[in-house]
């Protein structure tokens, strides 16, 4: 029992230390309204999110892009420090943003990054189980897509749906034994709920958030999912 104690106090104190450099490192990077907003969805939140899941063996309708793009898989070999989305990083989260990526990177995690008009235009993050990012563990046939963001100047080009497909066709080709592909987004992102589900994605159920103190817990909810969030999933 005090061992648990200890640990639960010990990563409480690690979330603390992560918090205040993550805090100053937005401040800088975007300023104070955005570095506080970020704080407190760590410290305290409770939100209702989709669990949405792309079964893989069923084939994809091609989501083409409205303008030209390349995509990038970053791994562990990756230099971030010669990177040419590095800057696009700092100016959006900062220092901390950028050892966050080199931490995912070092523990396996993917980045597939998509370029156009000779800059970064979107990025998404790919986990294999057993994870630590979705709040509650993987099964060993799911991946976990998460943290994905659209520059402003590059949304409703269909960048996400397109960076989506191409970790479909990856994780088919590199990782035969997933089966699944699992993501949550908040109900209100309609912009994200919709791409995901223009690249494939279906919504299976409503789960809750709950975060407190950099502790992150996802819990299933019985409610129905209400039919203005189910975009395009009629036509996937």
């Known amino acids: 029992m005090q061992g648990e104690a200890k640990g639960i106090l010990q990563k409480l104190a690690r979330n603390a230390a992560l918090g205040r450099r993550k805090f100053i490192s937005l401040y800088r990077a975007q300023g104070f309204r955005e570095a506080l ?7 305290l939140l409770a939100e209702t999110v989709c ?10 309708k091609p989501v083409l892009p ?21 800057e696009e990083i700092l100016a959006l989260r900062g220092e901390f943003g950028l050892e966050q ?3 995912r990177l070092r523990r396996g995690d993917l980045c ?4 156009a008009e ?6 998404v993050w790919l986990e294999f189980p057993p994870g630590n990012v979705a709040g509650y ?11 994905g963001w659209t520059f402003e100047s590059f949304r409703g080009k269909r960048i996400l749906p397109a960076i989506q497909q191409t970790i479909m066709k990856y994780v088919r080709l590199h990782h035969p034994h997933i089966r699944t592909l699992v993501t949550h987004v908040a109900v209100w992102n309609k912009p994200s709920l919709s791409g995901d589900q223009r690249a494939g994605y279906v919504i299976r159920r409503l789960e809750r958030t709950v975060m407190m103190l950099g502790i992150h817990r996802k819990q299933a909810l019985a ?9 395009h999933q009629s036509k996937s």
């Not at 949405?52 to 994809?60: G, H, I, N, S, T």
């Not at 563990?137 to 943290?147: F, G, M, R, V, W």
């Not at 129905?224 to 975009?231: G, Q, V």
């Open 37 to 43: 907003r970020a704080a407190w969805r760590n410290v």
């Open 51 to 60: 669990r949405l899941e792309k079964d893989l063996a069923v084939p994809d």
């Open 66 to 86: 409205a303008i030209p793009l390349t995509i990038e898989t970053l791994n562990a070999k990756s230099d971030l420090t010669i990177w040419q989305g590095r």
């Open 101 to 103: 990526f080199q931490s």
């Open 112 to 115: 597939f990054a998509a370029y």
């Open 118 to 123: 000779g800059g970064l235009a979107g990025f």
């Open 137 to 147: 563990p993987l099964q060993p046939h799911e991946a976990y897509t998460y943290d």
């Open 223 to 231: 409610a129905r999912i209400p039919a203005d969030l189910l975009m």
